[in-house]
């Protein structure tokens, strides 16, 4: 009768493990899917970008407003964000709760400084008479950099949901899943941000 109940016992632990098992691939190819849906969309903005790069409409063109030493800062930031991540994922992996959400508290705040840093860029090429308005090339370049700093916008708030979860839930597969699919998210943001540095700020610049 024991060894029964113990079969039994251990049949359902093997389906719950196997049902989880497979949940977990299905989340990960499905949020893979996304990101390749979202690179289309960076693609489609970058290509748009690409043709109208001359299309200045005689109004200010990039060379006379972009900073390169201010765009740095802000990807400075963007970068030792990914760092900060990595630590929050160590902590998490770990089980150490204060320590996962220190680092991704800073994280969070990173990410902040980088969108506070991005819309006084736009204030002030908006001062400057550098607005969407203004040209293809001006229209082109808001529709990218703005794009990327909502999927940021997204990722943070997506943060501070996760420290809903976490605080309900602890350190459950499911929180563990949505933390490591918003890791795959936030350093995907990171190599979209590198591209636009090099191919919209340096090339702006030069």
Not at 4 to 30: C, K, P, W
Not at 32 to 49: E, G, V
Not at 104 to 113: E, H, K, N, S, V
Request: proline residues 1%.
């Amino acid at each position: 009768m024991t060894s029964s109940v113990l079969s039994e016992h251990e049949e359902v632990n093997h389906d719950e493990h196997h049902h989880d098992a497979e949940r977990t691939v299905l989340v990960s190819f499905g949020f893979w899917l996304y990101i390749i849906s979202d690179c289309l969309l960076f693609a489609t903005l970058f290509a748009t970008y690409a043709v109208m790069s001359q299309s200045f409409a005689g109004a200010v063109t990039p060379k006379e407003l972009f900073d390169l030493k201010f765009v740095a800062i802000e990807t400075g930031l963007l970068l030792f964000s990914s760092f900060t991540f990595g630590m929050a994922m160590l902590g998490a992996h770990a089980q150490n709760m204060v320590r996962m959400k220190s680092w991704l508290l800073i994280t969070a705040l990173l990410g902040l400084g980088f969108l506070g840093m991005e819309i006084y860029e736009f204030m002030h090429f908006s001062h400057e008479g550098a607005t969407p308005q203004t040209s293809g090339y001006w229209s082109s370049f808001y529709a990218l950099v703005a794009t990327h700093g909502l999927h940021v916008t997204a990722g943070i708030i997506w943060m501070s949901l996760l420290f809903v979860h976490f605080n309900r839930d602890g350190f459950s597969l499911d929180n563990m899943r949505r933390l490591s699919c918003l890791s795959l998210f936030w350093h995907f943001l990171d190599i979209i941000w590198i591209c636009v540095f090099s191919f919209v700020y340096l090339r702006g610049a030069l």
